[in-house]
């Protein structure tokens, strides 16, 4: 029966694989400019950070309104280390998400024995400070509200075909370490504590230390999403870090469906898109996400 499913399965995994292949070509094609390119590889860094979210909320059940902070310190971590100390991007995009994840856990120490409710303003609460610490600037190194310039990748260069590929392949890599860890015994341990923490810790799970490992995991590939963020725009400011951010990377997991790969792929391109096509009501963006969240709620 299993064997069954994986061949129902299979068309449809070589029919994305090939879609995702080809569309981008297409699209250069018909469009005849690298703008849509560009939106495409913001969808595949998205996709990343989302990944990230979902492994903390939609298979551990851990709530997080400030998980843009994590995308935020790694971009910034990236990007200071490449202008201060002018390190190669091999080193400084793994510390990116390196420091991504030390603040995860951080966090999740005190935070893994919040509920529900109190636990989203805890990380609430974390990235306002990430924010204001990045706005103040103490000593300046941050460059305040102004937001810091990088270079980007040289072996890409403008070219966002190139760029689309080289995050596509970061994608795949995630998204087969996602399904590895979830089939897991971390993965099943990260279920039974979505589902009932009592009985997880009747059948002998360490529910702490199995949602500070959510909490690292997902604040790792959120700020390795972040890092390269930094490096196709070649610029990041303290804004990033806000709540609407936050929110956005919440709207698409749930417009999409949680603990779902096929799901944040459709929801991060869904609403990517749809934010895109409303640009001219920026303004009203606040709003627009609230709506869509009380719609998939």
Not at 115 to 139: D, M, N, Q, R
Request: aromatic letters at 12%.
């Amino acid at each position: 029966m299993e064997s069954i499913k994986k061949q129902n399965k299979l068309p449809t995994i070589v029919g994305l694989a090939i879609l995702l292949c080809v569309m981008p070509f297409l699209v250069k094609i018909v469009v005849g400019n690298q703008y849509p390119l560009l939106i495409m590889c913001i969808i595949l860094i998205y996709i990343m950070a989302v990944t990230g979210l979902d492994i903390l909320f939609g298979y551990s059940g851990q709530i997080s309104l400030g998980h843009a902070a994590f995308f935020t310190v790694g971009a910034y971590t990236t990007g200071l280390l490449n202008i201060y100390f002018g390190l190669p991007l091999y080193l400084t995009i793994p510390a990116g998400a390196i420091l991504s994840a030390l603040l995860g856990a951080l966090l999740a120490y005190p935070a893994s024995k919040l509920k529900f409710h109190f636990l989203s303003l805890a990380t609430v609460a974390f990235g306002e400070i990430t924010y204001y610490f990045l706005y103040t600037s103490p000593g300046g190194f941050t460059r305040d509200y102004k937001g810091i310039n990088v270079v980007g990748i040289s072996f890409l260069g403008e070219d966002y075909l190139r760029w689309y590929f080289f995050l596509l392949a970061f994608v795949v890599l995630i998204l087969i370490g996602k399904i590895s860890l979830i089939n897991s015994r971390v993965g099943r341990a990260f279920l039974a504590i979505r589902e009932n923490t009592h009985a997880a810790d009747g059948m002998g799970i360490n529910v702490r230390k199995h949602k500070i490992i959510a909490f690292t995991v997902s604040a790792f590939l959120t700020g390795l999403a972040g890092a390269l963020y930094v490096h196709l725009i070649k610029y990041i400011s303290p804004e990033t870090s806000m709540q609407k951010q936050s929110v956005l990377f919440l709207t698409m997991l749930l417009f999409g469906g949680t603990a779902s790969i096929l799901g944040t792929i459709l929801g991060v391109a869904s609403i990517e898109v749809l934010m895109e096509c409303i640009r001219p009501l920026q303004e009203y963006q606040m709003l627009l996400y609230g709506i869509l969240l009380l719609v998939v709620i």
